[in-house]
Every structure is written in structure tokens, then in C-alpha cells.
Nanobody, 129 residues
């Protein structure tokens, strides 16, 4: 079992920044692939970024590339999503997810909900214009 605890959401004006955190426990951290997803009201949940913990490879959806950065702190078993140059379209509930089968993240699998078996509780991000 993997437990995920998220923090760091909030409200910010367009152009501002926020950093989300996701602390993982219950499994060998280095074996995980961890992703960040978001769901805006009335829309489907979408993958925005993911990281293969063991090798540190990171991947980004086109909508956030160049603005968001996903990183890991192995000492704290934590993954971060640094979000810069935020836009009103980034407003959503953000979720952290993990899979113990990191190969599921290969070939773009890290953008698919079905690749992940463990989810955080979500944290709200609101970006005002």
C-alpha cells in the first residue's frame, strides 16, 4: 500500500506561482512512478506531469511545459510540482498519484489515469485573472 498526502494548493493571481507537495509512504520510494493530474469543474481528469523516481526522468503535458516543474526529494520521500506563470486555465483540483510498477509510465503511460493505483486526496488551485 502506498499512502499519498498532498499539500500546497491555494489561490493566486495570474502570473503567480505555487508549489504542491506529495509525500509518499508505505512502499519503496525509489521504485515508484509518480504523477500529477488535475481536474477542472466539468472536465475530465488529465495528466500534467510525471516523474520516474528511480531515474529522475520527468515528463510534461504540452499545456504546462516550460511553466511547471516536477522534482523529487528522496530524503523526504516527496515529490513536488512547482507551478510558475499560472493562468486561470490552470484552476483545478490537483491530484498526486503513484504506481509501484514504474514501467507503466513508459511510452507516455504516466499521463493515463489507469496507470496509477494510488491517489492523494487532492488539493485545490485557483488562479484568478
Amino acid at each position: 500500500q502506498v499512502q499519498l498526502v498532498e499539500s500546497g494548493g491555494g489561490s493566486v493571481e495570474a502570473g503567480g506561482s505555487l508549489r504542491l507537495s506529495c509525500a509518499a509512504s508505505g512502499y519503496t520510494y525509489s521504485s515508484l512512478c509518480m504523477g500529477w493530474f488535475r481536474q477542472a469543474p466539468g472536465k475530465e481528469r488529465e495528466g500534467v506531469a510525471y516523474i520516474v523516481i528511480g531515474i529522475g526522468s520527468t515528463y510534461y503535458a504540452d499545456s504546462v511545459k516550460g511553466r511547471f516543474t516536477v522534482s523529487r526529494d528522496s530524503a523526504k520521500n516527496t515529490v513536488y510540482l512547482q507551478m510558475n506563470s499560472l493562468k486561470p486555465d490552470d484552476t483545478a483540483m490537483y491530484y498526486c498519484a503513484a504506481t509501484i510498477f514504474s514501467t507503466r509510465c513508459s511510452g507516455g503511460g504516466g499521463y493515463r489515469l489507469s496507470s496509477f493505483g494510488y491517489w492523494g486526496q487532492g488539493t485545490q488551485v485557483i488562479v484568478s485573472s
